[in-house]
């Protein structure tokens, strides 16, 4: 297994595992990939920080399976940043994320979302909730 992870790995990976979800409130943004390759998923979080977490078997012959998802906005631009024009499956959900991102505000403490309602313009909030609908158009699309 290679020791580092390349931003061409990652985005074929994130076009194959990845996931970007906006609340329905548009106030908080995820982003993760699941894999049951645990040293895979520890290389993620080495490389963009975030968290892992073991997922439910729901049957006994299913591998054990993980997902690492990070929710801040640091976090989310260097990810976005190095998949950003190398994805090629996940493009809407890129853009969509990199729309969420460019509402949040620089807060700190624990708004670290940026979805204090009083913070944000009306503008940002439009930009979120086409972000939303963008992203759930996708998904439709794809059933």
Known sequence: ??????????????????????DKNCKGLQIGITNTNLNIIKMLKKKYGGRIMELKRYFK??????QW????????????????????????QVFAAECFVSTMLDCGGNRR???AKE?????????????????????????
């Open 1 to 22: 297994m290679a020791k580092k992870l390349t931003s061409d790995y990652v985005a074929g990976l994130f076009d194959g595992e990845g996931h970007v979800t906006i």
């Open 61 to 66: 012959n299913h591998s054990k399976t993980w």
């Open 69 to 92: 998802v990070i929710s801040r906005k640091h976090l989310f631009i260097k990810f976005l940043d190095d998949i950003d024009m190398k994805v090629i499956i996940k493009i809407p």
């Open 113 to 115: 979302y940026g979805h």
């Open 119 to 143: 913070l944000l313009s009306e503008i940002n909030w439009k930009v979120r909730r086409e972000a939303l609908e963008n992203l759930r158009k996708f998904n439709r699309k794809r059933r």
